[in-house]
C-alpha cells in the first residue's frame, strides 16, 4: 500500500492506509467506490485489516488464531490485495471519468 501510495517509509501503520485511501486526502481510489461513503468503506476495510489482524501479532504474540481463523484472515487480506491491484491514483481516475 505504501509503495503503491507513493508513501515515505516513514508513514507507518495506520497512517499509511489514510494517505493511500481517505477520501479527501488518500492518493488512492478503487474504481468501485463513487461516492463518499464507499470510499470511506475501503478506508475502513484497510484500516480494520491493518489494526486487528497486523497490529496486535506486531506487538505480541498472540493466541486467539486458530487454524480456520488463519486461512479465513488469508484470504481477505488476499481480497485486499486484489483490491490494493486495483486502486488507482487519484488524479488518473479523476481524468479518466472527465473525458468520457
Known amino acids: 500500500v505504501r509503495e503503491k501510495a507513493g508513501l515515505g ?3 507507518i501503520g495506520r497512517d499509511v492506509m489514510a494517505g493511500a485511501f481517505s477520501p479527501t486526502m488518500g ?3 478503487l474504481p468501485m467506490c463513487e461516492v463518499e461513503a464507499e470510499k470511506t468503506g475501503a478506508l475502513n476495510l484497510f484500516l480494520g485489516v491493518i489494526q486487528f489482524f497486523k ?3 506486531s506487538h505480541r504474540a498472540t493466541a486467539w488464531i486458530d487454524h480456520e481463523v488463519a486461512v479465513n484472515t488469508l484470504h481477505t487480506i488476499e481480497l485486499l490485495f486484489r483490491l490494493l ?7 488518473e481516475l479523476a481524468s479518466a471519468s472527465s473525458k468520457t
Do not use: C, F, M
Open 55 to 57: 497490529n496486535p501479532e
Open 85 to 91: 491491484d486495483s486502486a488507482v491514483p487519484k488524479n
Open 27 to 29: 492518493k488512492l481510489q
Open 9 to 11: 517509509s516513514d508513514t
